[in-house]
């Protein structure tokens, strides 16, 4: 099973069990980090998420993790977790939630002798990323596109 294969089904696995909770799924990916796979489930809730959806959704989720179609991934580890405030911006919901925002744009390479642009999210039309960086307007092309995340300042 690839990993994308392992996030859809984890996903579907965890949306009713979100649902039945009152969060709702942010993200799931499986990637290596380091010497270690990571299961991840990121969740979200109007007002706030804390240790205690986390740990429901981890103890209603993992016992599925051991049906046999799981049985050829690697070791991993699961965890779920909260969306956070730096959160990632993936799907197009989630631009769509936050247009008007400030993000910031991480590119796999430079653009303009920088590797990041902060601005304000103006449109998000199939990968392509429109921000207002102190009145100019950019349209950034997904395939330049590393992350794109909310932009906290405090």
């Not at 205690?52 to 779920?80: G, I, M, N, Q, W």
Request: include cysteine.
């Amino acid at each position: 099973m690839t990993a994308k294969e392992v996030c859809k089904r984890v996903w579907e696995m965890s949306e009713p069990f979100a649902q039945e909770m009152g969060v709702t799924l942010w993200d799931v990916t499986f990637e290596k980090e380091g010497g270690q796979y990571m299961l991840t489930i990121t969740i979200d809730r109007a007002g706030h998420t804390d240790i205690d959806d986390c740990e429901k959704l981890s103890r209603a989720v993992d016992p599925l993790l051991d049906d046999k179609a799981f049985d050829s991934l690697p070791p991993y580890t699961l965890c779920v977790s909260s969306a956070g405030l730096t959160r990632r911006l993936k799907r197009p919901e989630h631009f769509a939630a936050f247009l008007g925002s400030e993000v910031e744009v991480k590119f796999y390479r430079p653009i303009d002798g920088s590797k990041t642009a902060v601005g304000i999210l103006q449109a998000y039309d199939e990968g392509r990323v429109t921000l207002d960086v102190d009145g100019r307007v950019t349209v950034y092309e997904p395939k330049d596109i590393a992350a794109v995340r909310l932009n906290v300042t405090i």
